[in-house]
């Protein structure tokens, strides 16, 4: 075995860096921006200026290098009765409360924007679904091609004049070589392989359609699309108060209680809804034990991926997840889909008799730091999975921001944004831990990240605890008086967001007035972090296209939704 590497980490403040938190200067915003604003629009998260649709690259270099907005964390479409928009949702990785919106109205009969592309590597697959779900056409886009639904698909889902009964065709397509238009070279080395999309190194039903030339990646083309359910749609069909934290779930299903508090983050910051102090300290702990969830299942399936070990590795992953998914069913009631927050709280307290759950708790705490050990013994110190991942999946930070990267994707390129302590919520300024970042920017930082956020997961959890333990039994309030029907006030728009196991999770709501959401938007980690999969693996070979999917952790009911 080799020595497992070992790095120092800081820990953070209890009183976080109020530089990192503080606010945009809206004046300096406006002064920056006036040469292209044609108006203000009203968001609860950020100022939002209205653009032309012509200036849109011009807008984001100016914010870009003169303001240091160098992350584009979203895209949202949507259609009005009068016009379509196109809201770009931007802030900076080494300040996170720094945010602004640029809002692009487009005309009804011919919605045309220019793309972000060329100044936001994101922005490809951002503006490929929002032609493909809404309409939108954004000219100079370099591959102007449906992600989600087949290319030969009739309308766009989440339009207002989407005949959803209209009888689809889906054409039978051949693949074209990228890099031999004519496909009839004979003394070419070049060979075309489909993986996915039932492979079990895809992680689910994922398609890379990959050109090989000799045994080196030349180009590969992720095809998602195939788990879509139009997850946003459905959440505009449900109302606010209980039916549409459910369905996140079903995103990221490995590590889903991050998402049910992206969910509720959002709608209470549209609705006003405080939280009790209470209630906060039980949705840390609750998310923690669920990235638990999502870190142990990336160990395990990821040492399959790379060295095919399923006796030790993954089982030894899969023993700790089981012990952490009967705290959770001890906690919520549920192994899979929790359902554990609503919006103003919690469902419950702990379950009775506490003490005993607190026990459980710590005690899986204590056998914690050994375990851990084992893995450093079983992974990272395994020679055979550093020659794997050592150097390979390459991802520089520069790059990384381009594709709006983040979690330990991210943080594995020594990008240092974690949105608990960076936009903070929920008891995390309250606590101590660390962000965990490494520098090796290769398959192999990334699964340090995550082997050491197990770690940092279990500290937030442990001080969790003794607060529970010690909370005044007539002060454990578990939600606020949140209102039967909700109705938020008429064309209110917020864009809130969590850190989840995979990264940023982001959630864009505009109300109407009644009880479900006029526009939901749901900003997935899982899909930002894989559109970086071509600059991690063309030019390196087949095995190392593997890892490299392996260490972004994507879950396709994230990707797709």
Wanted: hydrophobic share 35%; charged share 30%; with cysteine.
């Amino acid at each position: 075995m080799s020595e497992t590497p070992q790095r120092e980490r800081e820990p953070i403040d209890p009183e976080f860096d109020h530089q990192r938190t503080e606010g945009v200067d809206e004046a300096a915003l406006e002064e920056l921006l006036e040469p292209y604003a044609i108006g203000r629009d009203d968001h609860e998260n950020a100022p939002a200026f209205v653009i032309r649709p012509d200036e849109v690259q011009e807008t984001l270099r100016l914010l870009r290098d003169e303001a240091g907005f160098d992350h584009l964390s979203c895209i949202t479409p949507q259609e009005y009765e009068d016009r379509y928009e196109s809201i770009i949702h931007l802030t900076k990785y080494d300040q996170r409360t720094h945010e602004v919106t640029l809002v692009v109205p487009l005309p009804k009969d011919d919605p045309r924007c220019e793309t972000a592309e060329p100044v936001f590597r994101t922005a490809d697959w951002h503006e490929r679904e929002a032609f493909d779900l809404v309409g939108i056409d954004y000219e100079g886009h370099p591959d102007p091609r449906r992600i989600l639904l087949p290319e030969s698909w009739q309308g766009h889902p989440l339009s207002m004049g989407y005949d959803q009964d209209k009888p689809q065709v889906v054409e039978f397509a051949e693949h074209a070589n990228p890099l031999q238009p004519d496909q009839e070279v004979p003394e070419s080395d070049t060979m075309l392989i489909n993986i996915g999309p039932h492979h079990p190194a895809t992680h689910g039903v994922l398609h890379l359609k990959t050109t090989l030339d000799g045994e080196t990646v030349a180009d590969v083309d992720p095809d998602v699309g195939y788990l879509h359910r139009c997850e946003e749609q459905m959440c505009q069909q449900g109302t606010y108060r209980y039916q549409i934290i459910p369905y996140s779930n079903r995103w990221d299903y490995t590590a889903n209680l991050p998402n049910e508090w992206a969910v509720a983050r959002a709608i209470e910051d549209l609705a006003d809804i405080e939280v009790p102090e209470y209630a906060q300290v039980l949705r840390t702990m609750a998310t923690e034990f669920g990235r638990m969830l999502g870190h142990f299942l990336a160990l395990g399936t990821f040492a399959l991926d790379v060295y095919g070990d399923f006796t030790a590795t993954f089982q030894y992953a899969f023993r700790d997840r089981e012990v952490v998914q009967d705290i959770l069913e001890d906690l919520t009631g549920q192994r899979m889909m929790f359902y554990f927050f609503r919006l103003g709280g919690v469902a419950w307290d702990l379950p009775e008799p506490r003490e005993e759950f607190i026990e459980k708790s710590r005690d899986f705490l204590d056998e914690l730091p050994a375990k851990i050990d084992e893995y450093h013994a079983l992974i990272t110190g395994n020679e055979i999975f550093q020659i794997r991942t050592v150097e390979t999946g390459i991802l520089e930070p520069d790059v990384a921001k381009s594709y709006g990267c983040t979690g330990p994707v991210a943080r594995g390129s020594g990008i240092d944004y974690d949105l608990r302590r960076d936009d903070p919520y929920g008891y995390y300024p309250n606590l101590e831990w660390d962000v965990v970042t490494e520098d090796g920017c290769d398959n192999f930082s990334r699964v340090l990240v995550r082997l050491y956020e197990i770690e940092e997961s279990a500290k937030i959890i442990e001080q969790c605890l003794d607060l529970l333990a010690e909370w005044p039994e007539d002060e454990r309030t578990v939600q606020s008086n949140v209102p039967r029907t909700l109705k938020p006030d008429p064309d209110t728009e917020t864009y809130r967001a969590v850190e989840s196991a995979k990264g940023e999770l982001g959630i864009y709501v505009r109300s109407d007035g009644t009880n479900k959401p006029a526009r939901f938007k749901i900003r997935s980690p899982c899909f930002h972090n894989l559109s970086a999969l071509p600059e991690m693996a063309e030019g390196e070979y087949v095995a190392d296209l593997i890892a490299s999917l392996g260490s972004l952790d994507i879950v396709l009911g994230s990707v797709d939704r």
